[in-house]
């Protein structure tokens, strides 16, 4: 068996077939150990505020991040956590938005928050998730 690149990774995505073909990819490839699935931005702040401070606890080293979702956005997550990017990018947690949107205002846009690693356009390939743990 493949040793997996990475220990967690997080999928906040509230679109049920993507989050289970991005869940089998992940398995299938041994891209991450375990695989945090949070439907909206509101439940995802709500991890990283009560686990951002833990040492115990080990983070995600990757967020894959839709930005169109009910309750919490994509957009609104990006503001929402700001007060905790130094805490994650000093926990080394690269946040990746992964969007069907073909708009460059929005690639642009998401790229200007500091904590963005990578734009991944959906559907997403096995090469983007490689680009995405880089």
């Known amino acids: 068996m493949a040793v997996p ?4 990774v ?5 679109d049920k077939l993507y989050v289970s ?6 398995k ?15 439940e995802a702040l709500k991890y990283f505020e009560e686990n951002i401070d833990n040492q115990n606890e080990q983070l995600p ?3 894959l991040l839709d930005l169109n979702m009910p309750i919490m956005n994509g957009w609104e997550f990006l503001e929402a956590i700001q007060p905790y990017v130094k805490g994650l990018l000093k926990r080394n947690v ?5 969007s069907s949107t073909i ?3 929005e690639v642009d846009r998401a790229e200007k928050h500091g904590i963005v690693h990578h ?10 998730i490689v680009k995405a743990f880089e």
């Open 103 to 105: 708009n460059p205002d």
């Open 21 to 26: 073909l991005i869940t089998m990819l992940i």
């Open 28 to 42: 299938k490839n041994h891209f991450a150990e375990e695989i945090l699935v949070f439907q909206n931005g509101q």
């Open 5 to 8: 690149l990475i220990s967690k």
């Open 61 to 63: 080293e990757v967020i």
């Open 10 to 14: 997080c999928v906040i995505d509230d």
């Open 94 to 98: 690269k946040l990746n938005v992964v």
């Open 119 to 128: 734009f991944i356009n959906k559907p997403i390939s096995k090469e983007a």
